[in-house]
């Protein structure tokens, strides 16, 4: 099992951990559906009441997915197969708060997890970016997640840079991605801090809340999702062309 569970009775808060770190905690299909399982399981456990989902390690909480792990695709030009696409709770029908720590990279394909998490609590240490235009790769769906939490020419930034540039914790602080930043290590701690609080209010309010929140943006979110599939079919280059592109990566970046 790459993903581990952690469950407090006391607290009413569970630990879900990307458990892959010689990975970077990068997602396998395998990985995608226990992911799935363990949020749709969470609807039954009424003594879950507020979610931490994180990454092992430090060094990344997640890269996305995992590029060695072989991910068929239908020959039709109008469907793909995308494995992250019910990896977050919002996509599993889950309505109970999901506090994100991040430690390190959260790069790609995280970015599915942090769109749907409630907010973000980031070590000093993490770094926020996304490769895919780098590689000839369209981000349709990362960028329609990570849209409805920052400013638009902060998430076209980061977008149209590819891998030349990330994304400082303190820089996702000042543009509302992350709501605290704490010191290197502390995510996880200041999490299960903040989700222990709300674990503590009344569960049908709380899950009333969230459900309020999502439906500001939830009509303007499937809409935009709708249209990404066949953004990435058109403008996709082929594997083989990415892979070559993968191979001469480039040496550095700029934190900003």
């Known amino acids: 099992m790459s993903v581990r569970v952690e469950r407090d009775k006391e ?120 490769p895919h235009t780098t590689y000839g790769m369209v981000s349709a769906f990362e960028t329609v997640h990570m849209a409805q939490r920052m400013p638009y020419g902060e998430i076209a930034r980061m977008a149209l840079m590819g891998s030349a540039e990330r994304i400082s914790a303190r820089r996702a602080h000042e543009t509302g991605l992350v709501s605290e930043v704490t010191e290197p290590g502390g995510a996880l701690a200041a999490a299960l801090r903040a989700a222990a609080v709300v674990a503590g209010h009344p569960t049908e309010a709380v899950q009333g809340t969230v459900r309020a929140l999502w439906s500001v943006r939830e009509a303007a979110r499937a809409q935009a999702l709708a249209h990404a599939p066949h953004l990435v079919a058109l403008g996709n280059l082929p594997p083989e062309r990415q892979a070559e592109l993968f191979a001469r990566r480039p040496a550095g970046f700029r934190l900003r």
């Open 11 to 130: 607290t009413g808060v569970a630990v879900v951990t990307l458990d892959r770190a010689e990975k970077h905690n990068a997602i396998t299909p395998e990985m995608a559906r226990e992911l799935s399982d363990v949020w749709r399981g969470f609807r039954y456990e009424d003594e879950v009441r507020a979610i931490v989902v994180t990454g092992a390690g430090g060094r990344a909480f997640c890269t996305g997915i995992d590029r060695s792990a072989e991910v068929p695709q239908p020959s039709s030009p109008y469907t793909i197969d995308d494995p992250l696409l019910t990896i977050g709770p919002k996509a599993n029908d889950l309505w109970k708060p999901v506090v994100a720590a991040v430690e390190g990279m959260a790069c790609g394909g995280a970015f599915y997890l942090l769109g749907e998490s409630e907010f973000l609590i980031a070590g000093e240490d993490a770094t926020f970016f996304d």
